[in-house]
C-alpha cells in the first residue's frame, strides 16, 4: 500500500526532472539516471519503509533515504530530483555538536542507527526516516517544515 501511493508520486516527481527514457517502471521499483552525476537511482520498498538507493560499485545498491513515512520519502525523492545526489551528501565528519534539535523546524537528528542519522518529527514520531548523511537528514528535515506564513501546517 505504501509503495503504490509513493509510486504514483515519485512517476510526476521524476517526470519533471528526467527525460523518460531514462526512467525504469518495474512495478515494485522504479530506477532512473541522472545526467548531472552519471548514477543510477533505486526506488523501492522492503520491510523498513520506502528505500531510496544509489547504484554504486560493482552492482551494489547502497540506501541513502530510508522511511516509513510517504512525506519524507517524497521531500528526499524531490531534493534528490532538484538538487542531485551532491546536494544530499557530505564528504566530511559531521561534528555530534550539530546532532538534536534542527532550528526552526520541529525536527531534531540523532545518530541512533550507524552509518544513518535518524531526523524525527518532535510533533508526529511516526515522521522519521534515516539518512545516510547528516546534510540529507538536515535537508529532509528544513524542507518538510513549514515556513512563517505558510499555508502547510
Not at 14 to 34: A, C, M, Q, Y
Amino acid at each position: 500500500m505504501l509503495w503504490e501511493q509513493f509510486r504514483s508520486l515519485a512517476l510526476p516527481v521524476l517526470g519533471e526532472h528526467f527525460p523518460p527514457e531514462l526512467i525504469e517502471d518495474n512495478g515494485d521499483s522504479i530506477v532512473f539516471t541522472s545526467r548531472r552525476d552519471f548514477r543510477s537511482y533505486v526506488l523501492s520498498e522492503d520491510e523498513r519503509g520506502i528505500v531510496i538507493a544509489y547504484e554504486s560499485e560493482r552492482n551494489t545498491v547502497v540506501p541513502f533515504c530510508i522511511t516509513q513515512s510517504l512525506k519524507l520519502a517524497a521531500t528526499c525523492l524531490t531534493l534528490l530530483a532538484r538538487g542531485g545526489i551532491a546536494t544530499l551528501t557530505d564528504m566530511s565528519h559531521t561534528p555530534r555538536d550539530l546532532l538534536g534539535p534542527v532550528p526552526h523546524t520541529a525536527f531534531t537528528i540523532s545518530k541512533k542507527s550507524l552509518p544513518f542519522f535518524d531526523p524525527t518529527s518532535t510533533i508526529d514520531p511516526a515522521a522519521s526516516t534515516k539518512c545516510r548523511s547528516f546534510a540529507c537528514a538536515r535537508a529532509i528535515a528544513e524542507a518538510s517544515t513549514p515556513s512563517l506564513g505558510s499555508p502547510r501546517q
